[in-house]
């Protein structure tokens, strides 16, 4: 099997099951010249079906892109639901705006533009009510940072995904000096050293490769 047939795949299930997610964000997005760097529609739809079954009213995405994985959890938060997504480049958050507004979940979705980890203490400032569920999807080498912060954010209960950490196999190589593998297996290691949290790595293939989202559930454990 080639990356090929794995889209072939993809292609047939959107056509089937999944629904076209939101094609006019992703048509935005490639116009704009934003790299094509979003999850793919059955992995958007999957976010969403985690969300719904979760019944996460409060989400908080870091790495925003042109909003693609928002629109999904803004959908699945449902019209009293809020979704917070941190983006580092203002131009990538423009796109992402325009793309919310069109799909009708605007409303929901706080857009914070800047470093998430700047962004991040902002936010816990605020004495949020606590998300249900947060997806980490922006630069690699933070994902264990991410994590943690997101532990101070959420309750027992909530779920913590991160995208991309299986890396095309590359995390089974423990000597590996690529930068986002090492983030991988770091944030991997914190997760199986975190009393509360307990987790698995769901290795993915689909037009987007060979690669893996790593779920984490808060436990009610101290
Ligand atoms: N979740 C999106 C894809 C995100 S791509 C989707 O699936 O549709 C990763 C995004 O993270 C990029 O837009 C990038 O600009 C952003 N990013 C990179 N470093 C960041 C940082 N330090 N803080 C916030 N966002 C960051
Ligand atoms: C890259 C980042 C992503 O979040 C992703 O889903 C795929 C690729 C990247 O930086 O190459
Ligand atoms: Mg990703």
Avoid: C
Avoid at 67 to 96: D, N
Avoid at 182 to 210: F, H, M, N, Y
Wanted: charged share 25%; glycine share 10%; hydrophobic share 45%.
């Amino acid at each position: 099997m080639t990356t090929s047939d794995w889209a072939e795949v993809d292609r047939y299930l959107v056509d089937s099951l999944v629904g076209d997610g939101d094609s006019p964000t992703l048509a935005a997005n490639a116009a704009a010249g934003l790299p094509a760097i979003d999850v793919s529609p059955p992995q958007g739809k999957f976010l969403y079906l985690i969300a719904k079954s979760a019944r996460a009213r409060r989400v908080l995405e870091i790495g925003t892109l042109g909003g693609y994985s928002t629109t999904w959890l803004a959908r699945a938060v449902g019209k009293e639901g809020q979704v917070v997504t941190f983006e580092y480049e203002p131009e990538h958050a423009e796109v992402a705006r325009a793309n919310l507004d069109r799909a009708g979940v605007g409303d929901r979705v706080d857009i914070r533009i800047g470093a998430a980890l700047d962004n991040l203490p902002v936010l816990a400032g605020e004495h949020p009510e606590p998300f249900d569920l947060v997806f980490i999807d922006a630069d690699k080498a933070n994902n264990a940072n991410y994590v943690r912060w997101a532990l101070k954010l959420t309750r027992p209960g909530s779920v913590i995904i991160v995208d991309n950490v299986v890396r095309n196999g590359g995390i089974a190589n423990a000597d590996s000096t690529d930068a986002a593998v090492r983030a991988s297996r770091e944030v991997i290691e914190l997760i199986a050293a975190e009393p509360r949290l307990d987790g698995t790595v769901l290795q993915t293939v689909g037009g987007k490769g060979w690669d893996g989202f790593l779920y984490a559930l808060v436990s009610d454990q101290d």
